[in-house]
T-cell receptor
Framework: DAKTTQPPSMDCAEGRAANLPCNHS???????VYWYRQIHSQGPQYIIH???NNETNEMASLIITEDRKSSTLILPHATLRDTAVYYC?????????????FGTGTQLKVEL | DAGVTQSPTHLIKTRGQQVTLRCSPK?????VSWYQQALGQGPQFIFQ???????QRGNFPDRFSGHQFPNYSSELNVNALLLGDSALYLC?????????????FGPGTRLTVL
């Protein structure tokens, strides 16, 4: 699986958009970009994933650059409950059978 | 619909002892993965079970073993505990042939080795 690079921490004001970047310059053509988050003392939670097109769901939007070497997770209206560690993971999607390789992620702090 | 459940929530053991952690997957899921998360680090993959067999394994010693039962629930066993085994142990379940490939995590078991 390709390695990812994320900033260790970010701050965001409540109600504003939180934009979390991720670099994955060695991504292969068959690897997807996944995002998970982990709220303190809980298990990680799946947010979204994509291959090359931008994706949106009820939680967030994922913007992947045309060369696929980087991506941005966007939380459109961050709330205090979005304070968490956000993990960007690149992996081949082969059904539920593949492991997740976590880095150290980005600690997002949403403040009033 | 219950999500992934793990037991116990907390556990304290001493060096050299053995421990068994338990996981029940989300309803409808057939694959269980185990992860170890040390303080301040991301989760590290231990192994994965499907059809009652270990299918993938991370870089963990043989002291870490597991089992999956016919009802898809799973156990993680750790023998000869070391201080460095103190961590949050997470179980994740998934459906092997699912296209989305989303893994659902339980709340974890906090193991402290003294």
């Amino acid at each position: 699986d390709a390695k990812t690079t994320q900033p260790p921490s970010m701050d965001c004001a409540e109600g504003r958009a939180a934009n979390l970047p991720c670099n994955h310059s060695t991504i292969s053509g068959n690897e997807y970009v996944y995002w998970y988050r982990q709220i303190h003392s809980q298990g990680p939670q799946y947010i979204i994933h994509g291959l090359k097109n931008n994706e949106t769901n009820e939680m967030a939007s994922l913007i992947i650059t045309e060369d696929r070497k980087s991506s941005t997770l966007i939380l459109p209206h961050a709330t205090l409950r979005d304070t968490a560690v956000y993990y960007c993971i690149v992996r081949v999607a082969t059904g539920g059978g593949n492991k997740l390789t976590f880095g150290t992620g980005t600690q997002l702090k949403v403040e009033l | 619909d219950a999500g992934v459940t793990q037991s116990p929530t907390h556990l304290i053991k001493t060096r050299g002892q053995q421990v068994t952690l338990r996981c029940s997957p989300k309803s409808g899921h057939d694959t269980v993965s185990w992860y170890q998360q040390a303080l301040g680090q991301g989760p590290q993959f231990i192994f994965q079970y499907y059809e009652e067999e270990e299918r993938q394994r991370g870089n963990f010693p043989d002291r870490f073993s597991g089992h999956q039962f016919p009802n898809y629930s799973s156990e993680l066993n750790v023998n000869a505990l070391l201080l460095g085994d103190s961590a949050l142990y997470l179980c994740a379940s998934s459906l092997r042939l699912a296209g989305v490939d989303e893994q659902f995590f339980g709340p974890g078991t906090r193991l402290t080795v003294l």
